[in-house]
């Protein structure tokens, strides 16, 4: 692409101050004459522009880019009047003549921008000339024309938006970040006027900064939306922490099963009892009723509130006529702890019988006092005689 320059004279198009060169903003001719080129346009703007109150910086078709105004001058095309757009903005054109190549001027005009934004580090974003008046210029990147859009002319230029977090913002900055900024400030609590999502730090935005930050916990409010604003803004936006689950009341015993023992579980108590029955030279029904007594007092017996082995009482009590029958006798010291056993298991569900009878308050009485009884003794079998 071939840059040239050929600059206007008379300056009866222009602001008479100095532009700040803060943006770039992009049009489109909408000249669809054929031969209306750079060219053609460059030398309408030194003839005056005629019948015309417009002026922009750069041409730009699908052979070459030609500069009519420096870019200190505030030239008339933003549609602003005393705006930012007119006098903070350079202006480019491109050419839309049926007889250029569209994609070569779309390329054309992102080599220009770049070697622009090279000379200028003051230019924060790149916009549509419709972000200053609303009017729908470009019209072709905005509507895709041709298979391109408006991202893939920034992607060309090499110049994504700036993204939120990324710089420290301050008053008199632009960009898209700042917009974001004010967005997701107004949704946060605050005592401040809403802000209006121009894209500008200004005062009110300086002001709604620095609550933000007093309100997050910094001593002073600066206005200044630096690393650790940014960070202050995160958790303000994170949802808060979900309540952990109320964990599930555990299951209730029937009321007439003695609860376990502290710190007693049925695997080590089975463990214990294999141990006092293999202590039998001879596997016996004494040696197995040793280790069962064993189990179950290991379970129960502990607690203040369960009195003795009433599980091994009632096995004992259903398998000894068997036992009988076929011509076993179970040792004389095994039948005597489970009978112990078995009236103790009668005394606690009498006492818990009486406990739970609220309608007869001296019977829950004498019920609480059954149950508060020493522990009873650990009973150990007798050994063989």
Not at 249 to 272: D, N, S, V
């Amino acid at each position: 692409m071939q840059i040239r320059q050929q600059f206007v004279t008379s300056n009866s198009r222009v602001f008479g101050g100095t532009n700040g060169c803060k943006t770039i903003t992009i049009h489109e001719t909408a000249n669809f004459t054929p031969g209306a080129n750079a060219a053609m346009h460059a030398k309408l703007q030194s003839n005056g522009n005629p019948g015309r109150e417009a002026s922009w910086h750069w041409q730009v078709d699908d052979k070459e880019a030609i500069q009519s105004f420096r870019h200190d001058q505030q030239c008339w095309h933003a549609g602003d009047g005393y705006g930012p757009g007119n006098f903070d903005s350079i202006a480019i054109e491109l050419c839309v003549n049926p007889d250029s190549d569209w994609a070569t001027t779309v390329r054309n005009a992102a080599s220009l921008v770049r070697k622009i934004l090279a000379e200028h580090r003051t230019i924060t974003k790149i916009v549509q000339h419709n972000h200053w008046s609303e009017k729908n210029c470009p019209a072709r990147l905005r509507s895709g024309y041709a298979g391109i859009t408006w991202g893939d002319f920034l992607a060309l230029t090499n110049t994504a938006p700036p993204i939120l977090g990324s710089r420290t913002l301050k008053k008199g900055d632009w960009g898209e970040d700042v917009g974001d900024l004010q967005r997701r400030l107004n949704v946060l609590p605050s005592r401040l006027d809403r802000l209006v999502d121009d894209e500008s730090y200004g005062p009110l935005t300086t002001q709604r900064v620095a609550e933000f930050q007093e309100l997050s916990g910094m001593t002073v409010g600066t206005g200044v939306f630096d690393a650790v604003s940014y960070a202050l803004l995160l958790k303000a936006e994170s949802p808060p922490e979900p309540e952990p689950p109320l964990e599930p009341e555990p299951k209730k015993k029937p009321w007439w099963i003695p609860p376990l023992a502290t710190g007693t579980t049925y695997i080590g108590a089975f463990k214990r009892m294999m141990t006092k029955t293999i202590e039998i030279t001879v596997p016996t029904f004494e040696g197995l009723a040793k280790g069962f007594v064993a189990w179950v007092h290991d379970l129960y017996i502990s607690n203040v509130r369960t009195f003795a082995p009433y599980l091994a009482a009632i096995l004992l009590a259903w398998i000894t006529p068997a036992l009988r029958w076929l011509g076993i006798q179970p040792d004389e010291g095994a039948l005597i702890a489970a009978g112990a056993g078995f009236l103790a298991w009668l005394w606690y569900v009498l006492a818990r019988t009486f406990e739970r009878q609220m309608k007869w308050p001296l019977l829950a009485k004498i019920g609480g006092y059954m149950l508060i009884i020493p522990k009873t003794p650990t009973y150990e079998a007798p050994t063989s005689r």
